[in-house]
């Protein structure tokens, strides 16, 4: 089974600028969570989908938005960039039976604003 | 936010001994689970633990659970250098949500 794919794996982008960042889940998993790993603050949730859905939203300003696709693969869009974004995005594909789900994350997407 | 913290927040030892990293947390929870990150890359999951579990093993892998005290610990017996990484665990609180929140993370550093 293929594991959790995330695209581009780098990117450089000038502040003002917009991004989006793409990640496919496992096969059969209908959950994508992502989230924003920096020094400072650690890895913090920026939201779910599932079946398409928004279940779930982390404090991040408006300007970090996303969506699921019926096939389960999931963007995430950061626009208006800001030099504080820079850090690596993780997303985490799960089945969704939360009670007992593991998360699995892909490689990650480090995004560098200049 | 993050739900709790990680002790210690580095850690040396020699190849062969055994690591011990703790992490506490503040919610109640479902379960919890323990992630390793080499330098930076993706998340890899080690193992998951439910709340009404109070230890759990996986290879080299030693989890304890304790929700009375909110803390869980995650034991690696015998470390090689491979191991050398950071550890977190991070805690899933929703009964629909697959939403996870991490510790700060222990780094782990093995010596040959």
């Known amino acids: 089974k293929a594991g959790v794919t995330q695209t581009p794996r780098y990117l450089i982008k000038t502040r003002g600028q917009q991004v989006t960042l793409s990640c496919s889940p496992i096969?059969?998993?209908?959950?994508v969570s992502w989230y924003q790993q920096t020094p400072g603050q650690g890895l913090q949730f920026l939201f779910e989908y599932f079946s398409e859905t928004q279940r779930n939203k982390g404090n991040f300003p408006g300007r970090f938005s996303g969506r699921q696709f019926s096939n389960s693969r999931s963007e995430m869009n950061v626009s208006t960039l800001e030099l504080g974004d820079s850090a690596l995005y993780l997303c985490?594909?799960?089945?969704?039976?939360?009670?007992?789900?593991?998360?699995?994350f892909g490689q990650g997407t480090r995004l560098t604003v200049v | 936010s993050q739900q709790g913290e990680e002790d210690p927040q580095a850690l040396s030892i020699q190849e062969g001994e055994n690591a011990t990293m703790n992490c506490s947390y503040k919610t109640s929870i479902n379960n919890l689970q323990w992630y390793r990150q080499n330098s930076g890359r993706g998340l890899v999951h080690l193992i998951l633990?439910?709340?009404?579990?109070r230890e759990k093993h996986s290879g080299r892998l030693r989890v304890t659970l304790d929700t009375s005290k909110k803390s869980s610990s995650l034991l690696i017996t015998a470390s090689r250098a491979a191991d050398t990484a950071s550890y977190f665990c991070?805690?899933?609180?929703?009964?629909?949500?697959?939403?996870?929140?991490f510790g700060q993370g222990t780094t782990l550093q093995v010596k040959p």
């Open positions: 633990i439910r709340s009404n579990e």
């Open positions: 985490a594909s799960s089945s969704g039976r939360w009670e007992n789900t593991e998360a699995f």
């Open positions: 096969s059969g998993h209908r959950s």
């Open positions: 991070a805690t899933g609180t929703g009964s629909n949500t697959g939403k996870l929140i």
